[in-house]
């Protein structure tokens, strides 16, 4: 069965303290990932699309890459309002994605 | 922002009783998707459909229905509404399926329903 999961669950960022979010996925086939951030009481919103091994994307401080079992979210010097939970998703070819449980992120001023 | 607007945002139903969630898109995309979101299972595919009048079934469908009578309305319905239903609905929308850069999901605001 295909899964994907996310780790850590909860991460606690001192606002500039770089960091990384985990994506693993274990899937027969994979067309693309996605990464989403979600704000409490909102849908998520779409970040970024990453389609093979080796490609990186780049948003404000968000920084996503990809190897062939996971992809990373890196976060440079964050602010208090990146804090969210961040999603990723597989299309594994399948009829839908496969979305990971997040991991919400907290940052401190 | 991509155009999606879900109604009502907040329903409180009793058991038994029908209820009818509806996604509204501007973007004239031709997928649309319904998911409900519950804690420690995430996003959980209900129905999708492909064009106006096609629809199929996701990981999570018993119990839901589903319509698409125009492009830019896709109805979800609870025939029956139990407990187990209590979730946060979300609807999504993208250009296309299987092709790089038409495959991304664009998500409404979600609906919040309790049944009690």
């Known amino acids: 069965e295909d899964q994907v999961t996310q780790s850590p669950e909860a991460l606690r960022l001192q606002e500039g303290e770089s960091s990384s979010l985990n994506c693993s996925y274990t899937?027969?086939?994979?067309?693309?990932l996605f990464w989403y951030r979600q704000d409490p009481g909102k849908g998520p919103e779409f970040l970024f699309t990453?389609?093979?091994a080796g490609e990186e994307k780049e948003k404000e401080r968000l920084k996503a890459t990809l190897t062939k079992k996971e992809s990373f979210l890196h976060i440079t010097a964050p602010k208090p309002e990146d804090s969210a939970t961040y999603l990723c998703?597989?299309?594994?070819?399948?009829?839908?994605?496969?979305f990971g449980p997040g991991t919400r992120l907290s940052v401190l001023p | 922002d991509a155009g999606i607007t879900q109604s009502p945002r907040h329903k409180v139903t009793e058991t038994g009783t029908p209820v009818t969630l509806r996604c509204h898109q501007t973007?004239?995309?031709?997928?649309m998707y319904w998911y409900r979101q519950d804690p420690g299972h995430g996003l959980r595919l209900i129905h999708y459909?492909?064009?106006?009048?096609?629809?199929d079934k996701g990981e999570v469908s018993d119990g839901y229905s589903v319509s698409r009578s125009k492009t830019e309305d896709f109805l979800l319905t609870l025939e029956s509404a139990t407990s187990s239903q209590t979730s946060v609905y979300f609807c999504?929308?993208?250009?296309?399926?299987?092709?790089?850069?038409?495959?991304?999901?664009?998500f409404g605001p979600g609906t919040r329903l309790t049944v009690l």
């Open positions: 998703a597989v299309d594994n070819y399948g009829q839908n994605f496969v």
């Open positions: 999504a929308i993208s250009e296309g399926r299987g092709l790089e850069g038409y495959n991304e999901q664009f």
């Open positions: 990453l389609y093979s």
């Open positions: 973007e004239n995309h031709r997928y």
């Open positions: 459909s492909y064009g106006v009048k096609d629809t």
């Open positions: 899937v027969s086939g994979l067309r693309g």
